[in-house]
T-cell receptor
Framework: EAQVTQNPRYLITVTGKKLTVTCSQN?????MSWYRQDPGLGLRQIYY???????DKGDVPEGYKVSRKEKRNFPLILESPSPNQTSLYFCASAVLSGPYEQYFGPGTRLTVT | DAKTTQPNSMESNEEEPVHLPCNHSTISGTDYIHWYRQLPSQGPEYVIH???SNVNNRMASLAIAEDRKSSTLILHRATLRDAAVYYCILRRETSYDKVIFGPGTSLSVIP
């Protein structure tokens, strides 16, 4: 089954404790992206990647890092999480040609206390 | 990137057609209009996209104004499962740069 998986689905952590949210897709997509979703603000893009070793900032990259060492994986790293990073995070992937539809993962709900 | 504006919320009766509007007055010639929807507690899912002509697929229809400054997503017969937040976004064919989702339209379907 074609899918985007994220782990963990739920995470509660404390300020300053480094964490990584993993994202993996099995569709051989070149493009991958991370979004955060907050009430009233819709989806905001954090980082995106158009291929291995190619990453770019989205609208709200501050406080986040990403890496793309393999085509299928695109982890989101919070080196020193803060309470304002409490949010619902979505990973997405897509091909770079055709209808460009993005496939989204199920989401990771992160709470930073 | 060009921005889109949508009503915050809409209501529809079950089994009636729903027309969800989107304004994109600063759209450029190479921008495609994409629609996604997000069901409660799920990630967004692709619905439909188009450039200039109206488009139909199994989920919905997309009507694009002649000047391309607005578009309408049409659900032909709303069901309770169509209750979701609907997002209209613009994407360039040759560029996969930043994606901007607005707050979207929250559609309620009344039985």
């Amino acid at each position: 089954e074609a899918q985007v998986t994220q782990n963990p689905r739920y995470l509660i952590t404390v300020t300053g404790k480094k964490l990584t949210v993993t994202c993996s897709q099995n569709m051989n997509h070149e493009y991958m992206s991370w979004y955060r979703q907050d009430p009233g603000l819709g989806l905001r893009q954090i980082y995106y990647s158009m291929n291995v070793e190619v990453t770019d900032k989205g609208d709200v990259p501050e406080g986040y890092k990403v890496s793309r060492k393999e085509k299928r994986n695109f982890p989101l790293i919070l080196e020193s999480p803060s309470p304002n990073q409490t949010s619902l995070y979505f990973c997405a992937s897509a091909v770079l040609s055709g209808p460009y539809e993005q496939y989204f993962g199920p989401g990771t709900r992160l709470t930073v206390t | 990137d060009a921005k889109t504006t949508q009503p915050n919320s809409m209501e529809s009766n079950e089994e009636e057609p729903v027309h969800l509007p989107c304004n994109h007055s600063t759209i450029s010639g190479t921008d495609y209009i994409h629609w996604y929807r997000q069901l409660p507690s799920q990630g967004p899912e692709y619905v439909i996209h188009g450039l200039t002509s109206n488009v139909n697929n199994r989920m919905a229809s997309l009507a694009i104004a002649e000047d391309r400054k607005s578009s309408t997503l049409i659900l032909h017969r709303a069901t309770l499962r169509d209750a979701a937040v609907y997002y209209c976004i613009l994407r360039r064919e040759t560029s996969y740069d930043k994606v901007i989702f607005g707050p979207g339209t929250s559609l309620s379907v009344i039985p």
